[in-house]
């Protein structure tokens, strides 16, 4: 077919190879084959995986074809890049007005990378405050230049211009539920993806509609359907629930440049509780893997923490959704994609995920681009598999320390309390801050590096000798 058009046939599901994530074992997981780690360039070969525009046939009379299911802003970006590379291209999103609960920061590269107006932004933190258990509070952001900061966005706001970004580029830009998608009938054949077109006017179910594609880009999220259609396998996931606080001006002047992160049992037993500053209100909000059914208590807690300087608000808003921990064992199978939540691309420590969404689909659609020749080829799952190849190798090292990081700090209250006191230490801040701002893991001063390893250590027995004298107190 010349277009994204509608059919009523069914197509027969095709088995294909699988493709693991960021796992560098061998293992079965629910089923799925996690026999392709990162770097695995030879086996690729191997197996015979070669590029599309080298051997797949130009497709006369019509453009490739690509439905971007999702779109938050791994697909908007997604949909952008590919529309802008002579990719036909249609977007579809459930919710145009959605508020996602999330904290809503991105770092600076991300707001010149991506071209964001600098209106988008409602804060520019320079002054971050990190809580103990304890309620000990070190001042972070001592290192940041004049020109540095921590943007904090709308996810409702970032998402919108994202999406009018690729309607601009020639995106078509669909209101509507991806219901199914259904597999080729042979080598090269459409997949046919199922979904509702809601109305302008709003209300229903929306109109039942079908349509013919040669690629699918799945960006919709920790719940994605798209990654059930592949048997991408399960993860594990966090709740993360955010209350929208609008605070007396008075209060709200304290936190103009300012975000908080509380961390302790009564917050969260493996994450962080935080207040980050928006327009004109704050988002108070926790997180947790283990103990999703106490999320309301934590974040009652979190509240708490915080009430000499969030009292007399009044809670706008009420947001929970969940947090992908860890990249799923599947995030390609032929030409299917994972981006963004779907793929799993969220940092545990921090629980970082808008650069990694926007990143990763860009850096999808630029792999599509290519292999397709702008748009003039079929493309196959070798393609798709070299936009991996690039992520896991820009990506890895941040995924793998924070990883760490959270193993080690998050594990009781005594080990929270060091990673404050850890906190204080200017030269950590510098590493820490640069590392996030621009998106890589920065390479150290030897001697510093040395230094911070033994206060490490200190702090850590410090917190162990803290920790059993707590336990007697309890015994």
């Known amino acids: 077919m010349a277009s994204l058009s509608t059919t009523t046939s069914t197509a027969a599901g095709e088995s294909l190879r699988s493709f693991a994530g960021l796992r560098r074992e061998t293992r079965i997981l629910r089923g799925v084959a996690a026999a392709d780690a990162p770097g695995s360039q030879l086996r690729r070969r191997q197996l015979g995986v070669v590029r599309a525009s080298r051997t797949s046939p130009r497709l006369n009379g019509r453009k490739l074809r690509v439905a971007v299911v999702g779109g938050g802003p791994a697909g908007g970006s997604a949909a952008e890049a590919l529309a802008k590379g002579g990719v036909e291209t249609m977007l579809i999103e459930r919710k145009l007005d959605n508020c996602k609960p999330c904290g809503g920061a991105i770092p600076l590269c991300m707001v010149e990378e ?7 932004i409602d804060r520019r933190v320079t002054k971050m405050k990190m809580i103990s258990p304890s309620n000990v509070a070190v001042d972070i952001g001592r290192t940041l230049g004049p020109d540095e900061y921590i943007g904090m966005v709308r996810r409702e706001v970032l998402d919108a211009y994202l999406r009018e970004r690729a309607a601009e580029a020639g995106a078509s830009v669909i209101n509507g539920l991806f219901l199914r998608l259904e597999q080729p009938e042979g080598p090269g054949g459409p997949y046919r993806i199922h979904y509702n077109e809601f109305s302008p006017a709003g209300g229903g179910a929306g109109e039942r ?3 013919e594609v040669d690629a699918v880009v799945g960006a919709d999220g920790a719940n994605s359907r798209v990654a059930k259609s592949i048997g991408a396998g399960e993860y594990e996931y966090a709740i993360a629930f955010q209350e929208r606080v609008r605070i007396p001006e008075t209060k709200m002047e304290y936190y103009k440049e300012r975000a908080e992160m509380y961390v302790g049992d009564d917050v969260s037993p493996d994450f962080y509780g935080w207040v980050f500053p928006k327009c004109d209100h704050v988002a108070v909000g926790t997180g947790t893997v283990t103990h999703k059914a106490d999320i309301k208590k934590f974040q009652a807690a979190t509240r708490l923490r915080a009430k000499d300087k969030i009292e007399g608000g009044t809670i706008i808003r ?21 981006v963004g939540d779907a793929a799993g691309y969220v940092t545990k420590c921090s629980g970082e995920g808008i650069y990694f969404a926007a990143k990763s689909g860009r850096m999808c659609a630029e792999a599509i681009v290519e292999g397709s020749e702008n748009g003039s080829r079929m493309i196959d799952e070798g393609d798709l598999r070299k ?7 820009m990506y890895w090292p941040t995924y793998k320390v924070l990883d760490v990081l959270q193993k080690l700090f998050y594990r ?3 080990a929270r309390e060091a990673f404050v006191e850890m906190c ?7 590493m820490t801050f640069d590392s996030y701002l621009y998106k890589k893991v920065v390479p150290g001063n030897p001697l510093d590096d040395i230094k911070l390893a033994v206060n490490t250590i200190g702090s850590l027995v410090r917190a162990t000798a803290l920790r ?8």
Request: charged share 35%; net charge positive.
């Open 424 to 430: 204080a230490d200017e030269y950590v801040q510098k």
């Open 412 to 414: 009781s209250n005594a």
């Open 387 to 393: 936009y991996l190849e690039k992520f896991d190798k």
């Open 209 to 211: 509609r079908t349509a």
């Open 318 to 338: 009420v947001e929970a959704h969940p947090i992908p921990e860890h990249p799923r064992p599947r995030r390609v199978l032929g030409r299917v994609a994972l």
């Open 468 to 475: 059993r004298e707590m336990e007697k107190l309890t015994l």
């Open 114 to 120: 991506f071209g964001l107006p600098l209106d988008l």
